[in-house]
């Protein structure tokens, strides 16, 4: 249940195997729309998490399903009723939708990433746009050394800086330029953890933006490379900030429900890139559910926590540090974990 789709994944799934997609099912439900001014879920926006929810559930128990795994992130996260809004999906469903914090959704997205790629990959450094939080991961093994969530997802930016269609060019400029400096102390956490063998991105949002610069359509298949440059994401803000919503859902690669939130989108992925000191990403099909996927599959098999890696060992000692705003402890851009930080 993200902040703008609820997305339903049938896989075959085996420890050891590839998991197989068997069926998807969408609903664009807009949760992050749905909160209101005192920052809960409306009861409109808990209506259709909760129909959509059954919905889904019936069509896994048609579908055969062994296991239904539902998870939420930052639109439910951040809802101030969360609680409230949980215990009326069970109730209401029977099914426990289980809420991710943002450090989790970086490391099961890292998983899935280093799974696809392999170890011959070396250091991969990883950015995950969502709709409310932008995800950043750097590490040598499957677990991170570095895990960032940051609340800078597309379409937070959007509501919050870019209201107008299309928006307007000093108001792109003033985002980029506050983009780049909540970005610097993310940036440095990064670069502190060692020099990337390789730049990954993950998301619909970054899948868009390849697609917009050149990149293979979906329909050529997920192992075909595709790429996203810094000199072709400059290029791409500045022709799709000059359009409407309505005009950039007509470009191949952009659907009507991302055409709003596709310019904040790319100028989250340009400071990003920036603040790494990053050229070029390569787009890697798995994310967040297949690591969900692998992560469930790896607990079965050696009993470790589905998720919540708080206070795992370390060879050089290192903090995790989550939870929501900037409390004691935690990073002023966001919720941070950190595992042997210069590995």
Known sequence: MGSNTVHLLVVD?????HPTPMSSTKASLRLAEAIDGSGKLTRRGADKLVGTLDEFAKIATSSGCAELMAFAT???RDAKNS??????????TGVSLQVLSGVDESRLT????????GWSAGRIINIDIGGGSLELSSGVDEEPDVALS?????GRMTREWLPDDPPGRRRVAVLRDWLANEMSEAGAAIAEAGSPDLAVATSKTFRSLARLTGAAPSGAGPRVKRTLTAAGLRQLIAFISRMTASDRAELEGVSADRAPQIVAGALVAEASMKA???DSVDICPWALREGIILRKLDSEADGTALVGGADRPT????VDKSGKGAGAGESAAGPMSVRNPGR
Not at 83 to 92: D, I
């Open 110 to 117: 890292f998983l899935a990433v280093r799974r696809w790629y």
């Open 13 to 17: 799934a085996r420890r050891g195997g």
């Open 276 to 278: 790494l000191n990053i």
């Open 83 to 92: 609680e409230e809004v949980l215990a009326r999906v069970k109730a209401e």
């Open 315 to 318: 060879n050089g000692g290192g």
């Open 74 to 76: 930052s639109a439910v």
């Open 150 to 154: 940051l609340p800078l997802g597309a």
